[in-house]
């Protein structure tokens, strides 16, 4: 009895787990291309990827489908596990593995480039933006600050941290900041 109860048991838990993987594998939604904004999304960070087809790509899908994954690859941490092993890699390994800073880096930097197209109609995605401020790379965060001027010109966080910026200590986001400021203030109010 105890047999058939165990076996029925891994029966049902190898069904959920089909289930979990294949839904996993199933990419829903509009696709551009064959591909789904996610994957697009994911075509940004990949080291042989075509980043250009990949932004046109997400573009055409627009906003509502492409967002919510661009706003996913800013909030992303990458893989925390393969960030904290790659420094402690000997050198003779690290140099045929991907960097992941730089394949996190790379779509971030893509993905704010596509956000600040579709202007206003990003503005789910000011919070992960603003939060992007604190990179170090300073052009990066003009990247990012340009995308605040466009996507927030009537967002209190987006004009709140563009001014914060335009009071920064390195010239070079100061005026990015200032610009952006004066484009969000030049625009019509919603």
């Known amino acids: 009895m105890h047999d ?3 076996k029925r048991v891994m029966a049902m838990l ?11 594998l199933i990419d829903r939604g509009p696709k551009f ?3 789904s904004a996610n994957a697009w999304v994911k ?3 990949s080291p042989g990827g075509n980043k250009g087809q990949a932004m046109n790509a997400l573009l055409r899908l627009g906003c509502p489908e492409s967002g919510p994954h661009l ?3 800013l909030e992303s941490q990458g893989t925390p596990g393969y960030r904290s092993l790659w420094p402690k890699l000997p050198d003779s390994l690290r140099k045929h593995l991907p960097d992941p800073n730089a394949r996190l ?3 971030r930097y893509h993905a704010v480039v596509v956000l600040k197209e579709f202007g206003t109609s990003a503005s ?3 919070p992960a933006l ?4 604190d990179e170090p790379n300073p052009s990066f965060r003009c990247n990012v600050i340009a995308a605040l001027g466009e996507i927030g010109p009537n967002d209190s966080a987006a004009i709140s941290a563009l001014r914060k910026m335009a009071e920064d200590k390195d010239p070079f986001i100061r005026s990015t900041a200032s610009a952006a400021l004066a484009k969000a203030s030049s625009k019509p109010k919603d």
């Open 71 to 73: 706003i996913s690859a």
């Open 124 to 126: 789910g995605a000011i």
């Open 33 to 35: 291309h064959g591909k």
């Open 4 to 6: 058939i109860w165990h």
């Open 43 to 45: 075509e940004l960070g």
């Open 105 to 107: 880096y790379q779509t």
């Open 14 to 24: 190898a069904m959920a787990f089909a289930v979990v993987v294949l839904n996993g």
């Open 130 to 133: 603003v939060h992007l401020l």
